[in-house]
């Protein structure tokens, strides 16, 4: 059994910042690529990034230079710094990553239970 768990959402004022975390525990073997989504309300989830177990990474161009996602391999967790937050960036943000389960051959896609993040003055 597999788990994400997202931690680090609140209430902030525009222009101000969060960070979000989100560390996968259990039967792993390896992690590949972990990322963040959102969603709005009445919306789809859109990708915010991603980042390999290399290290490379890729983000949306309404998040570019705002945001940056960073993890840690040792403790299979993702990160997200989110800086210069609009109003516009509120949404549950999931994390996902591309978890291959021991005894296993292939990744599957896990989900986190996803974090509110708020931005209102």
């Known amino acids: 059994q597999v788990q994400l768990v997202e931690s680090g959402g609140g209430l902030v004022q525009p222009g101000g910042f969060l960070r979000l975390s989100c560390a996968a525990s259990?039967?792993?073997?390896?992690?590949?690529?972990m990322g963040w989504y959102r969603q709005a309300p009445g919306k789809q989830r859109d990708l915010v990034a991603t980042?390999?177990?290399?290290?490379?990474?890729n983000y949306a161009d309404s998040v570019k230079g705002r945001f940056t996602i960073s993890r840690d391999n040792a403790k299979n967790t993702v990160y997200l710094q989110l800086n210069s937050l609009k109003p516009e960036d509120t949404a549950v943000y999931y994390c996902?990553?591309?978890?291959?389960?021991?005894?296993?051959?292939?990744?599957?896609?896990?989900w986190g239970q996803g974090t509110q993040v708020t931005v209102s003055s």
């Open positions: 259990g039967s792993i073997f390896r992690v590949y690529t």
């Open positions: 996902n990553a591309e978890i291959v389960r021991y005894s296993s051959t292939n990744y599957q896609r896990y």
């Open positions: 980042i390999t177990s290399g290290g490379n990474t």
